[in-house]
């Protein structure tokens, strides 16, 4: 045998020349040796036949290869691997076949790096590999893209389509769920049935797409998953979801309207989405002619009547939120007259002590045929128990502070509804007269406020659980869904839900949304019940004045300035006992615990008010309660030295509230920033 030796042109890899080193024979079965071995030999070193005698096959060029195997729209495996002729390797195996010099140039000119393991795509991730990263790779010439039952994937182009439909209703099923109706959420795309927990899912989880069975996805943005997240969500608060069925409470008219913006709703539920829109948006309400009234209800009162005389059709409750002065109490009045056409019921009034007279006076005024009862005593002093007082009543009303004390009394009537005025007093469910006022029986319940709320969102869910109680029924969960994410985080849509939620229960008018319905001036007398201990005081003056001024009467003209430094006392003592005797200083005034009210109120809602009397001392405590209050004031009386400072201190905006003597302010002062005026005075007695 001849023994070729031969130069390399570069060096023999370590693996060889171990080989060659051993001495021992180096044995090639042949029929691998052109087939396997040579090609082994030829990713070391260049080989060739001097004699032509052995054929030394072309170097074979690898080229990558990507298996998908779809198991479903969602769901695919893929491998990699590397074809050498007719053979394929894994790309994640270790062979002889393998040139990993070759490959990694292959690689290296791809666009991207590939993951060679095997793996799973799943979920939206499918929709990213089938439009995104199978395009790039089937456009390289050594990239080969092999799929098995690959689906149809395509953009839905028609809008998602949502149908509600009212699930059989329990009549087994026990009290408390008695509130709550069943709908069946079914959506589909293009004639595709879509689950509604793939939707809610997608949109929990910010997917972009979401795909259905067939390959048909449709983009998660839409309008109408919005809605319907909102919707579930909204109703989830309360009571979870169960697979394809929400529930909804009957009362939440709030989410029925949406559920109407949002689909089809079948004619089961129809009736109460068709309440929730009127009361929402105040249109094709039942519009019945107020009857028992002598006043003319101006446009925006009646709108309110006919919103109020809904609400106790269907006994729902509601919050009357009207600005102060646009006749809340008038619309009342005109519910109640409305309502005896079908009741005897009486309605239960509750307001603050000072209000209680001015009840009585505008329905003498307004509904004259209503028979008004006040309760402003303890049953001892009254002689008579509160069932006694509403058998011969349309209307009775009381006090928060009776109310509280004799809860047990008030509990004890059949209402036909209760009537919650200056509801600031409930505000606080956790007080006595929040548990007194829940306690009363009533299938309707209205509360009249100008400012539902001042501080915090919770004081209106105390509200709300007086006229709506299934609503949000527990403060707590309130307080989670509502009050953390609005006051806390600024969440502007968790807001914007909570509102459209109560807006069939809420009712406000400004004075500037209603300005076309007012005339140029409004003027009002309030009627304010003094307290027990403030009319003891003024009453027993008064006996004493009186026979004193009956004498003096006989000789006017040489008895004026004492008859009139009399009446000026009775107007001071009229306005708060201390202006009189300094002894007095803790009777309170009922005037100014009701001014206060009224200021905090309209204040809160950007309105501007000017403040007479012609007792200084008077408006230096109204200034002291003001202040104390919270409430910006200026101040002008006759020993004010920088008059047009203060007067511009009003005139910019800088404080709500101008409290002026009429004796400095009567006469040459133009203010028309304020929106309200407050007199004082009594003029007489």
């Avoid at 608060?237 to 929400?246: I, N, S, Y």
């Amino acid at each position: 045998d001849d023994l070729v030796l031969a130069p390399l042109a570069r060096r023999l890899p370590a693996g060889p020349l171990r080989s060659l080193r051993t001495g021992e024979p180096v044995s090639i079965p042949a029929s691998v040796a052109v087939s396997d071995q040579l090609r082994r030999l030829q990713r070391l070193v260049p080989v060739t036949s001097r004699d032509d005698s052995v054929l030394v096959p072309e170097p074979v060029q690898p080229r990558l290869r990507l298996t998908v195997a779809w198991t479903s729209s969602q769901e695919a495996s893929l491998s990699w691997s590397w074809m050498y002729g007719e053979s394929t390797v894994r790309a994640d195996e270790a062979h002889p076949l393998r040139d990993t010099r070759l490959e990694k140039e292959i690689l290296d000119r791809l666009p991207q790096q590939p993951d060679v393991a095997t793996r799973t795509v799943s979920g939206v991730d499918v929709l990213h590999l089938a439009l995104l990263e199978l395009p790039v790779w089937r456009a390289h010439d050594e990239v080969e893209v092999v799929e098995t039952d690959p689906p149809d994937f395509r953009e839905a182009q028609e809008e998602p389509h949502v149908t509600f439909e009212l699930s059989d209703v329990d009549e087994q099923a026990a009290p408390e769920h008695n509130d709550w109706l069943d709908l069946d959420v079914v959506i589909t795309v293009e004639g595709e049935r879509v689950p509604l927990a793939e939707v809610l899912a997608a949109l929990t989880l910010d997917h972009e797409h979401l795909i259905l069975p067939s390959g048909l996805f449709v983009r998660t943005d839409r309008p109408e998953f919005a809605q319907l997240y909102d919707i579930v969500r909204a109703a989830a608060e309360l009571e979870a979801h169960d697979g394809e069925r929400v529930r909804v409470g009957r009362a939440d008219l709030g989410l029925w309207a949406q559920l109407a913006d949002l689909g089809i709703v079948d004619a089961q539920a129809n009736e109460w989405v068709s309440r929730a829109q009127a009361l929402r948006d105040l249109t094709d309400l039942p519009r019945p002619e107020p009857t028992g009234i002598t006043s003319n209800l101006r446009g925006y009162q009646l709108e309110g009547f006919h919103w109020l005389a809904f609400l106790w059709q269907h006994q729902l409750g509601g919050i009357l939120a009207d600005d102060m002065g646009l006749g809340k109490t008038l619309q009342v009045l005109t519910l109640i007259a409305h309502t005896r056409t079908t009741t005897d019921a009486p309605f239960l009034v509750v307001a603050p002590t000072s209000v209680v007279t001015a009840w009585q006076s505008e329905a003498a005024r307004h509904a004259p045929g209503l028979r008004i009862r006040t309760i402003t005593a303890s049953q001892a002093r009254r002689g008579e128990t509160v069932s006694e007082v509403a058998q011969s009543a349309d209307v009775v009303v009381t006090t928060y502070t009776l109310l509280r004390l004799e809860s047990d009394d008030y509990a004890s009537v059949d209402w036909g509804g209760v009537v919650l005025d200056e509801a600031q007093v409930v505000k606080n469910h956790q007080s006595k007269a929040y548990a007194a006022a829940r306690m009363v029986p009533a299938p309707f319940r209205l509360v009249v406020t100008g400012t539902p709320f001042e501080n915090r969102l919770l004081e209106l869910w105390s509200l709300l659980s007086l006229v709506a109680p299934g609503l949000y029924p527990h403060p707590r969960a309130f307080t989670e869904h509502v009050v953390r994410p609005v006051e806390k985080l600024g969440d502007d849509a968790a807001l914007r839900r909570f509102t459209q939620r109560i807006k069939p229960f809420l009712l406000r008018r400004t004075k500037e949304v209603v300005a076309d319905d007012l005339p140029p001036k409004q003027e009002q007398v309030l009627q304010i019940e003094l307290g027990t201990r403030h009319r003891k005081i003024y009453d027993t003056h008064l006996a004493k004045e009186r026979q004193r001024i009956l004498g003096l009467v006989e000789d006017f003209d040489r008895n004026r300035v004492a008859i009139l430094a009399a009446l000026t006392t009775l107007r001071q003592l009229a306005l708060d006992p201390a202006l009189t005797d300094p002894d007095h200083e803790r009777v309170g005034s009922a005037k100014l615990d009701r001014l206060a009210d009224h200021l905090a109120e309209i204040t809160a809602e950007g309105h501007r008010a000017l403040v007479f009397s012609s007792f200084t001392g008077f408006l230096r405590r109204v200034r002291d309660r003001l202040d104390a209050a919270g409430i910006p004031t200026a101040y002008l009386d006759g020993t004010t030295r920088r008059r047009a400072d203060v007067i511009e201190e009003f005139r910019t905006g800088k404080v709500p509230a101008f409290l002026i003597s009429l004796k400095a302010g009567g006469v040459g002062l133009t203010l028309t920033e304020a929106d309200y005026v407050f007199v004082l005075d009594p003029w007489w007695n």
